[in-house]
């Protein structure tokens, strides 16, 4: 079953459960998916990993959001945006273990011959066309700049 199927179907089931705040959280996965499907030069049909990276962008943007709302005092807010992440976050697949991230990224840096700080634009390419949507690049940047030594 494709994303935009499983989205429909959650909908119903949160319509049918008069669950607004779920509702709510699945209407704006359903809109981006929409939009990013109909943007100028887009084709009709969109790829898994362009669905992961339009639902990260979802979760970033709300725990950014939230964040805001938080340094503002505003937990009412807040709390409805990290409420919204984790559902989108059901969505997602799951986070890669922290010993396969850095075997990968090991393998890059193996890859690309990095020896310094000053390679890791090089090791990130290649570790995040591996990695695309199994784990975030924070993340990934984190364990590289470690292992080549800062």
Known sequence: MSLEETINNE????????????????????????????????????????????LQKLVKQRRETADIYLSQNRNDLADIELFQANIIQEFLPKAMPDDELEAIIKAAIAETGAASIKDMGKVMGVATKQLAGRADNARVSVVVKRLLGI
């Open 11 to 54: 909908v119903k089931t949160a319509m049918l459960a008069r669950d607004k705040d779920k509702l709510e959280a699945l209407r704006a996965i359903k809109s981006a998916l929409l939009l990013a499907k109909t943007e100028k030069g887009s084709s009709t049909e969109m790829g898994e990993e362009t669905e992961i990276k339009i």
